[in-house]
């Protein structure tokens, strides 16, 4: 159980994120992996993913949702990795809590997508 303990996480919701992929056979996800532009400037924050296979997981509280600003900066930030050739899976309360499976299998399909040989 030491195993799984990771301090890199910012909220309760993404540890148990992280114990749900792990849980559903997935490769241990790299805990806040940082984005940099070509100036070497931080572009993003991802709660956690994989960086050589370019896929991410971000858990979204409830603020994402009902804050426009938090939301339109979300929506932009994702573009913006996207175009950089991240894979972004959004998580909310409702699908980690209710259909934990259908979180596992966007994350298998995003990795294999990427080349990983899961």
Known sequence: ML???????ESPQETKTRLAIIAAGLPK???????????????????????????????DGSQHWTDPRIRSNDIDRTAELERRGWRIIRVSADLLRNRPD?????????????GHPH
Do not use: C
């Open 3 to 9: 195993g799984l303990v990771d301090a890199g996480a």
């Open 29 to 59: 996800p790299q805990i806040q992996i940082v984005v940099r532009n070509e100036w070497s400037a931080v572009l993003a924050r991802i709660d956690m993913g994989w960086e050589k296979w370019r896929v991410g997981v971000e858990y």
């Open 102 to 114: 259908i979180l596992a299998g966007r994350i298998r399909e995003a990795l294999r997508a990427a």
